[in-house]
């Protein structure tokens, strides 16, 4: 189970990858809902993961939010939250240019390393 604060950043770590290409739909919204109960036992509202949306504007602002956070999160979350990542972004059997940057920078925001992220790729098809 996850604490509020990092149930956020989950939350807005996919919605970050869901709005990559600027459109947030009730599909993907429901894809979240349940990836996040999956991996928190926490099911959010699908307001929640909007408002999540919402708050991602300054993508750069969240990143430093994400990076000066990552260190107080366990390595195991941190792993949890990529992988959740991933999949959103492979939902549609098609994973895009602004996905795929985006995953990679959430990665280093959150400490794990290009080549641990290369084999996460490889192994989360």
Excluded at 11 to 16: P, R
Excluded at 44 to 56: K, M, T, W
Excluded at 62 to 81: E, H, N, Q, R, V
Excluded at 84 to 108: K, P, V, W, Y
């Amino acid at each position: 189970m996850a604490n509020p604060e990092e149930l956020k950043l989950l939350i807005q770590c996919l919605a970050a990858i869901s709005m990559a290409d600027d459109d947030l739909d009730g599909r993907e919204i429901a894809t979240q809902i349940s990836m996040i109960e999956q991996i928190t036992g926490t099911a959010p509202s699908a307001e929640e993961i909007f408002d999540a949306s919402i708050d991602l504007e300054d993508w750069q602002d969240f990143l430093a939010t994400l990076s000066s956070k990552a260190p107080g999160l366990d390595a195991a979350f941190a792993t949890k939250i990529l992988h959740a990542c991933i999949l959103i972004g492979r939902a549609d059997n098609f994973m895009t240019d602004e996905e795929s940057e985006r995953i990679r920078q959430l990665s280093a925001a959150l400490g794990i390393s290009q080549e641990q992220l290369d084999k996460h790729l490889e192994t989360i098809r």
